[in-house]
């Protein structure tokens, strides 16, 4: 039981690294799109502020709220749906 | 076959499953809630929702993991089951069925405990099957 909820929790952090690192990939690809059109305001930003700060407050909350969720809720169905198998037999 | 591998890539699969359903509905409701024009406040509060039934509906249709059923453990070795059983079998149907039974008990059994079958999967479950006739004989 508790191998299982270890590694749910372990499964959604790596899912949480998953996704910040798509949008890092995201945020570089573009920062590479100013850099070659020299936009100058852009780029300043950018040299300015790291992705992560940049990335919209309420988009970072969203992220890791579903990812929180989604982890509490699958534990917790988890742990239930093994009580009502060990009930049943 | 080690068995919290198995789990974890269940776990795994399942977690960015209703991860990604979670973030298509919050970005759907966000782009909905823009598109009708409605405030700040509206908008969050839809997409707490879509977060929270979408995840909710996902999570509900997830299954337990592979180590809590035998059926799912052994569901890969189900062919190399019946041709081992009925190998030993030698044509008696009711025979092959009892021989099955069998190893897959004590296959089901030694893979709960933490055994790694080798990748010759057939040559363990004729072993399993030598242990089963030997139990037989002793009896």
Redesign the interface.
């Known amino acids: 039981m508790a191998?299982?909820l270890l590694?749910?929790g372990l499964?959604?952090a790596?899912?949480l690294g998953?996704?910040y690192f798509l949008l890092l990939v995201g945020d570089a690809l573009f920062t590479s799109y100013a850099i070659v059109l020299q936009d100058a305001v852009f780029v300043s930003y950018v040299a300015q502020l790291g992705w992560l700060q940049r990335m919209a407050a309420?988009v970072k909350a969203?992220?890791a709220?579903?990812?929180a969720?989604?982890?509490l809720?699958?534990m917790l169905?988890?742990v239930w749906?093994?009580a009502i198998?060990r009930e049943a037999s | 076959m080690t068995l919290?591998v198995e789990?974890?890539k269940y776990?795994?699969a399942?977690?960015?499953r209703?991860?990604g359903i979670?973030?298509a509905a919050?970005a759907w409701a966000s782009v909905l809630g823009s598109e009708a024009q409605q405030s700040a406040d509206v908008r969050?509060y839809v997409?707490?929702g879509a977060?929270?039934l979408s995840?909710?509906v996902?999570?509900?249709l997830?299954a337990?993991?592979p180590s809590?059923s035998v059926a799912q453990l052994l569901r890969p070795f189900a062919r190399d089951i019946l041709t081992v059983a009925r190998e030993r079998a030698g044509g008696d149907a009711e025979r092959a069925q009892l021989v099955a039974g069998q190893v897959t008990a004590l296959a089901a059994a030694r893979i709960r405990r933490g055994a790694n079958p080798p990748r010759d999967r057939r040559a363990w479950l004729r072993a399993l099957a030598d242990l089963v006739e030997l139990s037989g004989r002793t009896r």
């Open positions: 191998r299982h590694t749910i499964v959604h790596g899912v998953i996704v309420d969203a992220i709220f579903v990812v969720l989604s982890a809720l699958q169905l988890f749906r093994v198998g | 919290w789990d974890l776990h795994l399942m977690a960015l209703t991860v979670g973030l919050v969050a997409q707490v977060a929270v995840v909710c996902a999570q509900w997830t337990l993991p809590t």
